[in-house]
């Protein structure tokens, strides 16, 4: 494994673990590259919930260290980094992705959420004791928050996915117990709102458990109205650790 040039924090009042590590190259020219990611406790030594956050194109992990200390919950965060070097920070897709078209935009979705999932049984296998799993991202990290959810319901129970573009059709029904909840800016020039509206109105129409919230005035961006919605649902989300382990 391969260390990523990060010092993951000591957070709350409890030691947190950090660790970083990248998965194996990709397997054929076609595939996406490996991703690295970081990983580290709060609230708990051996937490049951796990997060995965994702960060949005040109950002990095540490986007989100100041926004999961809020959350006040138990919890193992799992922070994955995109591939490509992009303006300050790193990218999930290639240069080309708003090139693509539709189909060609969800399959490179569907790869790097193929790899995400990877991250999540690679560190299910080391943190036994995780017994629920939610997943949250922005804008491309949005996209592939709402993909992993789509393409990978037993591995995912929770998905808050913001300024997302909400692609690819469910190919199997997600378990009436699984929650997305899509959080969107009312004036976001880059995803539409009224896009969004539809696109939940149509999942929620073929059985797939998703709500959606919007906010006035906020464009591609997040707000603190919006914040202190995702930190609400999350923290209830997380703390719901009844179910049986997965295996």
């Given at each position: 494994?391969?260390?990523?040039?990060?010092?993951?924090?000591?957070?709350?009042?409890?030691?947190?673990?950090?660790?970083?590590?990248?998965?194996?190259?990709?397997?054929?020219?076609?595939?996406?590259?490996?991703?690295?990611?970081?990983?580290?406790?709060?609230?708990?030594?051996?937490?049951?919930?796990?997060?995965?956050?994702?960060?949005?194109?040109?950002?990095?992990?540490?986007?989100?260290?100041e926004h999961v200390t809020t959350l006040d919950t138990a919890?193992?965060?799992?922070?994955?980094?995109?591939?490509?070097?992009?303006?300050?920070?790193?990218?999930?897709?290639?240069?080309?992705?708003?090139?693509?078209?539709?189909?060609?935009?969800?399959?490179?979705?569907?790869?790097?959420?193929?790899?995400?999932?990877?991250?999540?049984?690679?560190?299910?296998?080391?943190?036994?004791?995780?017994?629920?799993?939610?997943?949250?991202?922005?804008?491309?990290?949005?996209?592939?928050?709402?993909?992993?959810?789509?393409?990978?319901?037993?591995?995912?129970?929770?998905?808050?996915?913001?300024?997302?573009?909400?692609?690819?059709?469910?190919?199997?029904?997600?378990?009436?117990?699984?929650?997305?909840?899509?959080?969107?800016?009312?004036?976001?020039?880059?995803?539409?709102?009224?896009?969004?509206?539809?696109?939940?109105?149509?999942?929620?129409?073929?059985?797939?458990?998703?709500?959606?919230?919007?906010?006035?005035?906020?464009?591609?961006?997040?707000?603190?109205?919006?914040?202190?919605?995702?930190?609400?649902?999350?923290?209830?989300?997380?703390?719901?650790?009844?179910?049986?382990?997965?295996?």
């Amino acid at each position: 494994m391969k260390p990523l040039n990060a010092t993951a924090p000591i957070l709350l009042s409890l030691l947190a673990t950090a660790c970083a590590t990248s998965l194996p190259g990709p397997a054929s020219p076609g595939a996406s590259p490996p991703l690295f990611y970081k990983t580290y406790t709060l609230g708990a030594e051996k937490p049951e919930a796990l997060l995965v956050a994702l960060h949005y194109s040109g950002s990095t992990p540490d986007f989100w260290d100041e926004h999961v200390t809020t959350l006040d919950t138990a919890v193992r965060v799992v922070l994955p980094r995109g591939a490509r070097p992009h303006r300050a920070g790193f990218t999930w897709f290639p240069v080309e992705h708003e090139k693509r078209d539709s189909a060609r935009k969800t399959a490179e979705v569907e790869r790097v959420a193929t790899q995400l999932a990877d991250i999540v049984r690679e560190v299910r296998r080391a943190h036994p004791e995780i017994r629920r799993v939610a997943v949250t991202g922005f804008s491309y990290g949005g996209d592939l928050a709402w993909m992993l959810a789509l393409r990978h319901p037993e591995l995912v129970d929770v998905a808050v996915p913001m300024g997302t573009r909400l692609l690819g059709e469910p190919a199997r029904s997600l378990p009436p117990s699984h929650q997305v909840l899509v959080l969107q800016g009312e004036d976001d020039s880059i995803i539409p709102l009224q896009q969004t509206l539809a696109r939940v109105a149509h999942l929620k129409a073929v059985g797939v458990p998703i709500d959606v919230r919007t906010y006035p005035g906020v464009g591609h961006d997040v707000s603190p109205l919006l914040l202190e919605d995702w930190r609400g649902f999350l923290r209830q989300a997380l703390q719901e650790t009844g179910a049986a382990p997965r295996p």
